[in-house]
């Protein structure tokens, strides 16, 4: 065996120490770039050495960290539509929560609405029937817009930050975010909405790239790519604090006004 074998050897040995280690931690994730995604997808997850040594047998396919990057719009600078964008998330492993959920929940509404509504991720009943925002929450957004804007929850758009449900619904991580926003935007770039809804602080500082929160940036007009976007609080929030929904209907009155919609006096 020669000198540059044996430094290979050793270098396996202790990328596989390493990964056993932060196997050990619990952490199922490896972080890479983009390209060396696409070189790992291209191979199989093993490395062989001289001598026919197989290492680095990892008992389950890593979960793999890849920023949503969406090479047909950036290539040829037109966007993508909702389609070509669900196609290009596949069977996403992008990002840790691809491990716990039952279906993704790509969004739905009109591809052509004028309103968008960007939630933080799906819940239980979301992740089960692969559609956002159809638990109790969900059924107080369907009554704001249905209700309140006088208009048909399939005359919008509404989708999440992320696709995947984290575990007992908790804020998803800035990894997870990072890992899956780039769709949301497709999405937004894909529908050209009039007027985007953020709801919540997650949606809203991810987008708007703000750390202020919900409370104090609710109802003024912030911008997203030339888009006008009004912050305005989560309705799970609203199931849990009634007292708020007199807000939310002024920030969805402000939304209204904007599009030239009819606003009920009361
Ligand atoms: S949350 Fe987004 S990036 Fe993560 S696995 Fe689901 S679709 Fe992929």
Redesign the pocket.
């Known amino acids: 065996m020669n000198d540059i074998q044996k430094e290979f050897i050793e270098i396996v040995a202790d990328v596989r120490a390493h990964l056993e280690y932060r196997r050990a931690l619990g952490i199922k994730t490896i972080e890479v770039n983009t390209l060396d995604v696409r070189t790992l997808r291209a191979q199989p997850a093993t490395v062989t050495v001289p001598q026919e040594k197989t290492v680095i047998a990892a008992a389950a396919p890593p979960v793999v960290k890849e920023t949503?990057k969406i090479m047909t719009a950036t290539q040829t600078g037109q966007p993508m539509t909702l389609d070509a964008i669900r196609e290009e998330?596949g069977d996403?492993?992008?990002?840790k929560?691809?491990g716990g959920?039952k279906n993704?929940v790509f969004g739905e509404g009109d591809p052509k609405a004028v309103i968008v509504f960007v939630g933080e991720g799906p819940g239980f009943e979301e992740d089960q029937q692969g559609r956002p925002f159809v638990g109790e929450a969900g059924q107080l957004l369907t009554d704001i817009i249905e209700k309140g804007m006088k208009i048909k929850r399939a005359e919008v758009y509404i989708c999440n930050i992320?696709?995947?449900r984290p575990p007992g619904n908790r804020n998803p991580e800035p990894d997870?975010v990072e890992?899956?926003i780039g769709?949301v935007k497709e999405q937004i770039r894909a529908i050209n909405p009039k007027v985007i809804v953020t709801l919540g602080n997650v949606p809203t500082q991810n987008l708007l790239n703000t750390k202020q929160g919900i409370t104090k940036i609710r109802g003024t007009w912030q911008s997203y790519e030339g888009i006008p976007v009004m912050p305005t609080f989560h309705p799970a929030y609203l199931l849990r604090s009634p007292g708020e929904k007199k807000k939310v209907w002024e920030d969805i009155q402000l939304v209204m006004k904007r599009l030239g919609m009819a606003v009920p006096a009361k």
């Open positions: 949503a998330m996403c492993t992008r990002c929560l691809s959920r993704i992320v696709k995947c997870e890992s899956c769709f």
